[in-house]
């Protein structure tokens, strides 16, 4: 077997049997060695193992940890002791004063606000807060779209906030803030038609026919209880509106049927618009003004209208109709007649009595 190995250059097992048989035709050894003989030591000898090469893996180098983190300064807690006790007596005078939740809810969030500002700016809250700071406060406000009216509105939580923890200021560098007057928006009696025409529940056009008929705002609406529609005099009764104000308030005769079938059912305590999410509590403001907004929509109202519109719009055709001023001002119940004066710097009717000169 040596010789073949030495013949081919290879092990007898790599050899093939076709190969051995044709070499052993030629070969000398023919006569000597038995050809099957050969072949049966080429089976039986032993196979030599194949060596695996192996590769080495250069280890990775390892990267430099980055330098331990520093521990960030401890956060301050948004309110002290002391500044939490002034919150405290801010709610305390709007509660005794009665005010609204609403009221409540945006005084809050302007004296939180001007906490926030003073604490960057290494300053804190106090009654005797400068009225420099005040004046930079309400200016840096101002440069970021807030409204007169809005600022107006801090000046008076700030104003109360000082009073409610022994400090009566009067902030004479801001002591008036000129807001500006848009004319309120008012639907035509085209608009409205086209608008409670798109609305196809019924429920949800009484509700917007309310705003329209009777001059509600939507907070109004929605706390419309079964025992205020008063259907056999055709009013209805607004309990605790703006101002913790009660007024009575008309109803059209074409919004009856659908009143009383409403009212079908329901207790005399019972909202006539509940939530169907929240049972025995009123539909939520926003879901009113979404309804309205589909309906504005569908309707091909597109300058600006709002829910609110449709109150200024029943003040408006009422005005243009010849109604009184002052029984306009019950119906909406403005305290002073000067507010409701608004609606006729947009009533036409004395407007289409002038003839243009051209």
């Known amino acids: 077997m040596s010789e073949l190995e030495a013949v081919f250059g290879k092990s007898i097992h790599t050899i093939s049997e076709a190969d051995i048989r044709a070499y052993w035709a030629t070969s000398p050894q023919a006569k000597t060695t038995d050809l099957e003989s050969v072949l049966e ?8 193992k194949t060596k695996i090469a192996t590769v080495t893996i250069p280890k990775p180098t390892p990267k430099a940890l980055p330098p331990p983190a520093v521990d960030p300064p ?18 305390k005078i709007i509660r005794i004063r009665n005010y609204s ?6 005084y809050m969030r302007d004296i939180i606000g001007f906490d926030k500002w003073l ?11 400068s009225e420099q700071l005040i004046l930079k406060f309400m200016l840096h406000r101002k440069d970021s779209g807030v409204t007169n009216q809005s600022l107006r509105g801090f000046r008076a939580a700030l104003r109360l906030f000082c009073e409610a923890n022994g400090e009566i200021r009067e902030f004479t560098l801001i002591r008036t803030i000129k807001g500006a007057k848009p004319l309120p928006i008012v639907l035509s009696v085209d608009e409205v038609v086209r608008t409670l ?15 329209y008929s009777s001059g509600l705002r939507v907070s109004e609406v929605v706390r419309i209880r079964v025992s205020d529609v008063d259907l056999p005099q055709a009013t209805l009764t607004i309990r605790q509106g703006k101002g913790r104000k009660d007024r009575i308030t008309i109803l059209s005769e074409k919004q009856i049927p659908l009143l009383n079938a409403a009212i079908s059912g329901k207790r005399w305590n019972d909202f006539l618009f509940s939530s169907t999410q929240r049972p025995g509590q009123p539909l939520a403001i ?13 309707g091909g109202v597109w300058r600006g209208a709002s829910a609110h519109s449709f109150r200024h719009s029943f003040a408006t055709h009422l005005l243009e109709a010849g109604t009184d001023i002052r029984h306009i001002q019950q119906l909406l119940g403005h305290e002073h007649v000067r507010t409701t004066t608004t609606y006729t710097r947009v009533a036409k009717r ?7 000169p051209l």
């Open 74 to 91: 401890p956060i301050k807690p948004p309110f002290s002791e002391a500044r939490r006790g002034y919150l405290d007596n801010l709610k």
């Open 286 to 298: 926003r879901s009113l003004q979404q309804v309205v907004t589909r309906a504005l929509k569908k």
């Open 197 to 211: 025409n798109a609305i196809k529940n019924k429920k949800h056009w009484l509700m917007v026919s309310l705003m």
């Open 41 to 48: 030591m080429r089976k039986n000898a032993p196979r030599e």
């Open 119 to 129: 604490t960057n700016l290494g300053e804190e809250l106090t009654p005797s807060v």
């Open 350 to 356: 004395s407007l289409r009595k002038i003839q243009s």
């Open 101 to 106: 939740a609403a009221t409540l809810r945006s």
